[in-house]
T-cell receptor, first 111, second 114 residues
Framework: KQEVTQIPAALSVPEGENLVLNCSFT??????LQWFRQDPGKGLTSLLL???SQREQTSGRLNASLDKSSGRSTLYIAASQPGDSATYLC??????????WGAGTKLIIKP | DADVTQTPRNRITKTGKRIMLECSQT?????MYWYRQDPGLGLRLIYY???????NKGEISDGYSVSRQAQAKFSLSLESAIPNQTALYFC?????????????FGQGTRLTVV
């Protein structure tokens, strides 16, 4: 059974710092891995999608990497801003086309 | 207008009542999903559908049922609501495909069962 773990559960850093969020999964048989952002009381916004054949994807200040063989992904946020404060969720698309989710990392960027 | 719309956005209901949550999408996607989110936990899959004639149970389907009325509509019902079904519910869609299929989510329905 696929399990997805995100570490840390919460993170608080000063504005301007670069930071890394971690996601690990137990079964490498995935089609893709997706990172999402969730703001309080709101829905989920897709940030980056990495296909199983890819190593990384970039969008603006965000960079996500995927090491399928070791079951790990990282989300790198450069030059963090208070507006980056949110919960970040990773999910893997398994062989049954189901998204399996981590519990998320709650990120607070202090001005 | 949002691509994936959930109604209602918030609902308080009493134990034992039947309640329906609705989801509609304008993405033209075949695949639709219902998830619930509890504090401190990831999203968990309740039911999913890959086309109008296809319904599949997810990880936590007990106490729930669904109806895929059309490609664009996928409803979730709680036949007899109980307090531990209090949660945030999300509907999602995705196109058919494999590695390149991105999921799109509604804004969520916050359900409280008292």
């Amino acid at each position: 059974k696929q399990e997805v773990t995100q570490i840390p559960a919460a993170l608080s850093v000063p504005e301007g710092e670069n930071l890394v969020l971690n996601c690990s999964f137990t079964d490498s048989a995935i089609y893709n891995l997706q990172w999402f952002r969730q703001d309080p009381g709101k829905g989920l916004t897709s940030l980056l999608l990495i296909q199983s054949s890819q190593r990384e994807q970039t969008s603006g200040r965000l960079n996500a990497s995927l090491d399928k063989s070791s079951g790990r992904s990282t989300l790198y946020i450069a030059a963090s801003q208070p507006g980056d404060s949110a919960t970040y969720l990773c999910a893997v698309l398994n062989s049954n086309y189901q998204l399996i989710w981590g519990a998320g990392t709650k990120l607070i960027i202090k001005p | 207008d949002a691509d994936v719309t959930q109604t209602p956005r918030n609902r308080i209901t009493k134990t034992g009542k039947r309640i329906m949550l609705e989801c509609s999408q304008t993405k033209g996607h075949d695949r639709m999903y219902w998830y619930r989110q509890d504090p401190g936990l990831g999203l968990r899959l309740i039911y999913y559908s890959f086309d109008v004639k296809d319904i599949n149970k997810g990880e936590i389907s007990d106490g729930y049922s669904v109806s895929r009325q059309a490609q664009a509509k996928f409803s979730l019902s709680l036949e007899s609501a109980i307090p531990n079904q209090t949660a945030l519910y999300f509907c999602a869609t995705s196109a058919a495909g494999q590695g390149d299929t991105e999921a799109f989510f509604g804004q969520g329905t916050r359900l409280t069962v008292v």
